[in-house]
C-alpha cells in the first residue's frame, strides 16, 4: 500500500518569510499525482498545488511551488513571503491510476507577525 | 453555487445506531468522494463515485455503504454505528477524475458514536 509521511508535526515561520514543508511518499507506481492540500480552522480542504510524476518540473502557484525529486519519492512545498492567511494544517496526498487517494498526517504551521 | 453541502454538521449516535450523512453539489460534477479524518491525522477515502449508478470502495469501506441515484446526491450510511467510526466525515467533488482536477471539499460532518 501506498503510504506518505509528514514528519513536521508543526512548523512556524515569521511572517514575509519563507518556509518549506516536508512530504516523502512510498510507491511502486510510475504515474501518480501529488497534492498539497491546506485545511484552515474551518475544517474545509483547499487544493494549493499539484504535481504530475511524469513532469520533471516543478509545479508553482503564485508564492507556492513544490520541490519535486522522484527518486528520492520526496515532495516538499515551499511557501514564500509568508503571510497571516497561511497559517493552516497542511497535507500531502498522493493520488494513483486506481483512484485512490492516500494523505499524509498533516503539518500544522504558524505564521508568526 | 452553494458547491458542496453536507448536513449535518454534528451528531452523537448511540452504538448500533444508523444515520446517513447526506451530501450534495451543484456543480454538475462526475466524481464524488468520502472521506474520514480522524484526529491528528490525515483523510482516508471510504467510498467513492465515477457517476451516477456506480460506485467503489476506496482504503476504509467496511462498516459504510453509498448510493449515488442522481449526478448530485451521494449519501454515506452507517448502519451499526460503533466508536471507531468516531470522525469528521468530508465529502468532496470534481469533475474529472481528482488527479486532474480540483476537488471541491464539503465543510465536514463530526460524528461522535458513544
Known amino acids: 500500500a501506498q503510504t506518505v509521511t509528514q514528519s513536521q508535526p508543526e512548523m512556524s515561520v515569521q511572517e514575509a518569510e519563507t518556509v518549506t514543508l516536508s512530504c516523502t511518499y512510498d510507491?511502486?507506481?510510475?504515474?501518480?499525482?501529488l497534492f498539497w492540500y491546506k485545511q484552515p480552522p474551518s475544517r474545509q480542504m483547499i487544493l494549493v498545488i499539484r504535481?504530475?510524476?511524469?513532469?520533471?518540473q516543478n509545479a508553482t502557484e503564485n508564492r507556492f511551488s513544490v520541490n519535486f525529486q522522484k527518486a528520492a519519492k520526496s515532495f516538499s512545498l515551499k511557501i514564500s513571503d509568508s503571510q497571516l492567511g497561511d497559517a493552516a494544517m497542511y497535507f500531502c496526498?498522493?493520488?494513483?491510476?486506481?483512484?485512490?487517494?492516500?494523505f499524509g498526517t498533516g503539518t500544522s504551521l504558524t505564521v508568526i507577525p | 453555487n452553494a458547491g458542496v453541502t453536507q448536513t449535518p454538521k454534528f451528531r452523537i449516535l448511540k452504538i448500533g445506531q444508523s444515520m446517513t450523512l447526506q451530501c450534495t453539489q451543484d456543480?454538475?460534477?462526475?466524481?464524488m468522494y468520502w472521506y474520514r479524518q480522524d484526529p491528528g491525522m490525515g483523510l482516508k477515502l471510504i467510498y467513492y463515485?465515477?457517476?451516477?449508478?456506480?460506485?467503489d470502495k476506496g482504503e476504509v469501506p467496511n462498516g459504510y455503504n453509498v448510493s449515488r441515484s442522481t449526478t448530485e446526491d451521494f449519501p454515506l450510511r452507517l448502519e451499526l454505528a460503533a466508536p471507531s467510526q468516531t470522525s469528521v466525515y468530508f465529502c468532496?467533488?470534481?469533475?474529472?477524475?481528482?488527479?486532474?482536477?480540483?476537488?471541491?471539499f464539503g465543510p465536514g460532518t463530526r460524528l461522535t458514536v458513544l
Open positions: 468532496a467533488s470534481s469533475h474529472n477524475e481528482a488527479s486532474t482536477d480540483t476537488q471541491y
Open positions: 510507491t511502486s507506481e510510475s504515474d501518480y499525482y
Open positions: 504535481q504530475e510524476a511524469y513532469k520533471q
Open positions: 496526498a498522493y493520488w494513483n491510476t486506481g483512484n485512490q487517494f492516500y
Open positions: 456543480m454538475n460534477h462526475n466524481y
Open positions: 463515485s465515477v457517476g451516477a449508478g456506480i460506485t
